[in-house]
């Protein structure tokens, strides 16, 4: 089963793709973990990305479309993956068609997680991310145990750079002017399905499960 996250930053795209790759036992794939991957190892390719994620830009689909067909080549995405995260624009998108295209395969579903712009701004700096493992709290809806620290493995947590409320305004920006329009592609292809993404995540979570089966 492929599927593919859609949704604004903050949506909830990275929490329900964690639980589907757990329920359907499918590599959960995030383009902007493996840039964070690489930026805190410092690798060429962690340098260029930091520098448009820490404006709120999107990386370039050159360096992002790369990436992606390197990783769903992989062993373990045989049986399937859920991308997070990618893709983020129409080029993105139309590569990763041809690319299936020319395995005789294609994307089955993309969900789109509904969550107006208002509940966005709010979302985003109650989120806290763990420096090492990635996992993702909130301040309010998901508290970690102990405040600051990573239930799963110990480490810190911190607001990310791009979580600064002058950033996510620039992402929103972004998101409605690049992103989506990806609602309309996947509509056209007859595989969007659209969850709201307000309620709470065990709900999302189970109107997604209902899509999927
Ligand atoms: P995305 O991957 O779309 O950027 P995340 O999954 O990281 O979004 O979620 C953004 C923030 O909102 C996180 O702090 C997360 O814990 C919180 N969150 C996710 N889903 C919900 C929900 N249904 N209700 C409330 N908070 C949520
Ligand atoms: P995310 O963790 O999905 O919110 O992504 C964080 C940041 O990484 C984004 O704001 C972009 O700068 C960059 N990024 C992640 N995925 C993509 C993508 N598919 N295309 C371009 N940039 C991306």
Not at 25 to 42: C, Q
Not at 126 to 131: D, F, L, N, T
Not at 191 to 206: E, N, P, Q, R, S
Request: include cysteine; glycine fraction near 8%; charge should be negative.
């Amino acid at each position: 089963m492929k599927i593919i996250m859609l949704g604004a930053p903050g949506a909830g795209k990275g929490t329900q793709a964690k639980m589907i790759a757990e329920k359907y036992k499918i590599p959960h794939i995030s383009t902007g973990d493996i840039f964070r991957a690489n930026i805190k190892e410092g690798t060429e390719l962690g340098k260029e990305a930091k520098s448009y994620m820490d404006k709120g830009a999107l990386v370039p689909d050159e360096l992002t479309v790369k990436i992606l067909l390197d990783r769903v080549a992989k062993d373990d995405c045989k049986n399937g993956y859920v991308l997070d995260g990618f893709p983020r624009t129409i080029p993105q998108a139309e590569v990763l068609e041809e690319a299936l295209n020319k395995l005789g395969d294609k994307v089955d579903y993309a969900i789109d997680v509904d969550v107006p712009d208002e509940n966005i701004v709010r979302r985003m700096g109650g989120r806290r991310a763990c420096v090492t493992c990635g996992a993702t709290y909130h301040i309010e809806h998901v508290p970690p145990k102990q405040e600051g620290i990573c239930d799963k493995c110990g480490s810190e947590l911190i607001l990310r750079d791009d979580d600064k409320p002058e950033t996510v305004s620039k992402r929103l920006k972004v998101y409605h002017e690049q992103t989506q329009p990806l609602i309309d592609f996947y509509t056209k292809k007859g595989i969007l399905k659209t969850v709201d993404g307000t309620v709470d995540m065990m709900d999302v979570f189970a109107a997604i499960t209902d899509i999927l089966g």
